[in-house]
């Protein structure tokens, strides 16, 4: 497996090539700090360069929703941010929230949904272990926070998109997001579409995607709220009094100060993705493959909350994307490395991802015929190239490596269950059932990396508290978004990140907020 | 499923059923202290009830090992153990011990081995993310551990056991452990059976394993050096001074004691596969097993590190065994529950298990013949009842809710690779290789619970020595055994636990033995 660190331009984002192998790689570690994560006693500060009631270490989706939070609990808020601006990956996204239980967006697309049956659905696709604890509020909140995503100005367009696709285009607001209408849940849980997607004009990819538009509209109304905001300033070390947190050490362009935290610290900075080191450890198998993040995404919030005591759950969960066009997926049929199929080609694609990567090592080729890959290329824009084209099955497993009549074997089933309208394999839904006709291609899929973040992450209460090893609060200390475990605590939406950063962001910011302050 | 504890007799050993659906059993939880982890400041002990030089928690192969050298490099120690005895999870244990390089029971085999192919192997066989440079010293070593444990008393019949099963009847001496001789690994390393298992005359299964010899052995070992134990006592936290640890807090028929421990504390106390809410954390998918091992393995031991910095590593791993019986699974076809074969049957069991619950999620089916069935009744003396039979595939398929013909398929593209000697599939060797022929039976075993233990645990170094979450030494803390991750990395061969107990026991306990100590 490659070590060198690679960049590569993947769907206008720029991404990089994390952990080829699981071992750090020495210029990626040029941008972690290596310094130590134990905390700070109190009694060694020496000098507080600032003092404030809530103190955030991140501004993105999580670190800004909870400062216009706490701020509107009257506390007093700084937020820091180790980057140059505000956004961190939530700016980078593709600005899906998945939030449901039937809110205005759904019913003007005559979407029927209750906070019940998103309850059902998440508590499903976010297994094992779905945190049952964050799901009842996430779902019974849903309504509401919509309604105060609105107050911050995100805007979303009342049309509902329904074709294959990571993203819907400019001008609609409503898709499905977690394989909700597809085989296994659309037969437990009456499907609804919940992914709300911030609406954007001049939505340009790899420019401003309507990640950047959620997280311009959450900055604005912190800053209207009167939060302080501080860039390229790195939130290294936490600082205690006894067990409780009072602040934290940072580093802004070289220099370290120490910032006073009255009624408690927010550690909002992202997931581990961008750490080698962290992925070895904890999730080798995303080792090797695309970081969707930035370096911001480090570990180290994660790693000053385990310093103080705070448990970690799930660390190695991970979002996976597929690598290769949605549209054509459908169309097509995924088989593991032995010629066989494995998952309803029509489901979530993150959710094909993650099978193929965690249950399949990545050993995937994508089988198709020309009236599937017109359709595709008519939809996505671009046709995806065959490894291999040929009229006959036997040569194509020859090339794949797989056994002689297995393949044939695969395609008579699909086809001959296509012709009936039914799937008895891996029951694709009937829309995209079709017998396939030579010539067929072959996608070569093995070792394509896919894009990938951390999902595992500090254990927090549905209030946003960080919890002990034995599972109590650690007073003063608080934490959203990617930098604990959440909604999606093993299996993933897509909109889960930016409706679970977002939602417990806000609740860690009033928590916090509404802290009893030291003295 | 089923959220009741339940308590099975499984191949003669106590089981217990763990966390159904991942959530702590209160019934289970009595057992476990829910007392705080977070250590006692050195300067809030009032009264050292005992002083030693190193403090031992654990009184398994990686605790008694580390017992016999820190008292060979010249140190006091003290062994507790929350039970009221020596052997822990090891006792119950088959007595396999991973060891070649061309050990003398190798040789006297036959076997040619070297450390660079048992290297090569290990490196393999126990990744993603295997401990490359435990592994290194653990080959390079094993020749002389092999020494250090006939010094201790073991002994091992020179005699290779070669049928497909989980343990060799008395009188052999080694066996293949890992899969060493089955694809993929005899393609890429020259095979050698490197599982060197304890001999014992009286072996009775349920009652005295070789496992409880080998712990028999080191224990007499140790109190010929002069260590001291105390049984019935449980270590509830750690001591500090400042950064380094120098004692810990014993809980003994409900009294709480300091220890003082001038050299350093070696935490062996165990895994967490007893502990359904780390489990759940951690682990989803070992919850709703079988648990291999006591009470004992509530991950105090690792939270106990935790809670004074330590990293841990790879928390999901865990080895798991397969649910039926060896001799039976190599002469049939595994399925997915799609009706595919996904994996060679030849394989070391623990590889099957480990893919059928982590890639399969336990949902499998055997497909076997009247030969098979014979064969293996005759060596492993009970027969296995098939949940279906019948000469019709298609009948078959039906009850197993495979799509028509799937079934046909997979047993046609095995019989006719098997008249020529291949499989082109899974790659089972020559050997097991025959055609299946009708009437055929069919074992459901979706959703039959395996035996499982936790491997992930404390980030240690090849010394023994407890990492904190930047890499660095915790002073004065060393651990050991399955209260650490070792060379069962991720992959697992039997063989590696009591092995790397045994081996970086060791090494814990010279390390911590020889280090200065405090005032």
């Known amino acids: 497996m490659a070590t060198a660190e690679k960049e590569a331009e993947v769907d206008g984002e720029r991404c990089y090539f994390v952990g080829g192998g699981g071992r750090p790689h020495p210029a990626r570690a040029r941008h972690m700090s290596a310094a130590s994560t134990a905390p700070v006693p109190a009694s060694q500060v020496g000098h507080w360069a600032a003092e404030t009631d809530v103190l955030i270490a991140g501004n993105g989706c999580a670190g800004a929703s909870a400062s216009i939070e706490a701020a509107a609990a009257g506390a007093r808020v700084l937020v820091v941010d180790a980057a140059g601006g505000w956004g961190g990956a939530s700016a980078m996204s593709g600005g899906e929230i998945y939030l449901g239980g039937g809110t205005p967006v759904q019913k003007a697309c005559g979407v029927e949904d209750t906070p019940d049956a998103m309850y059902a659905f998440l508590k499903l696709a976010t297994g094992p272990d779905p945190a049952e604890d964050k799901l009842a509020v996430y779902c019974e909140g849903s309504l509401e926070h919509f309604d105060w995503l609105v107050r911050c100005g995100v805007t979303f367009v009342p049309k509902l998109w329904t074709e294959p696709s990571w993203e819907a285009p400019t001008g609609y607001g409503l898709m499905y997001t977690g394989g909700e ?3 296994p849940f659309a037969d437990l849980v009456p499907p609804a579409p919940r992914g709300h997607i911030v609406h954007m004009e001049d939505k340009r990819p790899g420019e401003r995607s309507a990640g950047w538009m959620l997280m311009k509209h959450l900055v604005a109304t912190a800053e209207r709220a009167g939060v302080e905001v501080r860039y390229n300033t790195r939130t290294e070390r936490l600082v205690v009094d006894g067990e409780r947190v009072v602040g934290a050490e940072v580093v802004s362009f070289g220099e370290r100060h120490f910032v006073r935290a009255r009624r408690g610290v927010v550690l909002a900075a992202g997931g581990f993705a961008a750490n080698p080191a962290m992925l070895a450890q904890h999730a080798p198998r995303l080792a090797g493959n695309f970081l969707v993040g930035t370096d911001g995404d480090d570990g180290r919030g994660i790693r000053m909350g385990q310093a ?11 979002q996976t994307s597929f690598p290769t066009d949605p549209a054509l997926l459908y169309r097509s049929l995924l088989l593991d490395a032995r010629g066989h199929r494995f998952v309803n080609e029509d489901t979530y694609p993150g959710r094909v991802g993650q099978t193929a990567l965690f249950k399949q090592d990545r050993k995937t080729f994508l089988l198709y015929d020309e009236t599937a890959s017109e359709e595709a290329a008519r939809l996505s824009g671009y046709a995806v190239q065959p490894t291999w084209v040929s009229d006959d099955l036997g040569e194509l497993a020859k090339e794949m490596g797989v056994a002689p009549g297995v393949l044939a074997g695969t395609v008579a089933t699909y086809n001959a269950g296509a012709e009936r309208g039914e799937d008895p394999e891996c029951h694709k839904a009937a829309r995209w059932l079709r017998p396939l006709a030579p010539p067929y291609g072959v996608l070569d899929l093995r070792d394509a990396p896919c894009g990938v973040f951390t999902t595992g992450g500090l254990h927090t209460s549905p209030r946003g508290e960080v919890l002990g090893l034995e599972g109590d609060p650690i007073p003063g200390l608080f934490a959203a978004g990617r930098t604990t475990s959440g909604i999606p605590s093993w299996g993933y939406c897509s909109g889960t990140s930016l409706g679970d950063g977002t939602f417990f962001g ?14």
Chains 1, 2 share one sequence.
């Open 181 to 183: 209408n597809a085989h």
């Open 506 to 519: 806000r609740r860690a910011g009033r928590r916090a907020g509404r802290s009893a302050a030291t003295a």
């Open 308 to 318: 103080v005591g705070a448990a970690v759950r799930h660390m190695d969960a991970g």
